[in-house]
Nanobody, 122 residues
């Protein structure tokens, strides 16, 4: 069984930065592709970014491309999302996801974290 825990959300002004972290346990982290999804109130959960097991492949939603960077440290079983130039429309609960392969599809996710709220103010 895979356990996933996010941290690092908070309140930031537009144009600012936040870094989210996601730590997994229960299954070899290096055998998992990892990703981030987000969900704003009243909307569905949407893909943000994903990274392959060996960090060679990274993919981003068009809405965050050039502003967000996904990375991972297999030795620490931890994944990160560096969010820069934040906009009000980035306000959402951000969810860490573990998958058997890199994917933007919610249906491919094996385990979800509990979510961490990131709020961007004007």
């Amino acid at each position: 069984q895979i356990q996933v825990v996010e941290s690092g959300g908070g309140l930031v002004q537009a144009g600012g930065s936040l870094t989210l972290s996601c730590r997994t346990s229960g299954r070899g982290f290096s055998n998992l592709a990892m990703g981030w999804f987000r969900q704003a109130p009243g909307t569905g959960r949407e893909f943000v970014a994903a990274i392959s097991r060996n960090s060679i492949t990274r993919t981003y939603a068009d809405s965050v491309k050039g502003r967000f960077t996904i990375s991972r440290d297999n030795a620490k079983s931890t994944m990160y999302l560096q969010m820069n130039s934040l906009k009000s429309e980035d306000t959402a609960a951000y969810y860490c996801a573990a998958s058997p392969y890199i994917s933007a599809n919610i249906n491919d996710v094996l385990a979800w974290g509990q979510g961490t709220q990131s709020t961007v103010s004007w």
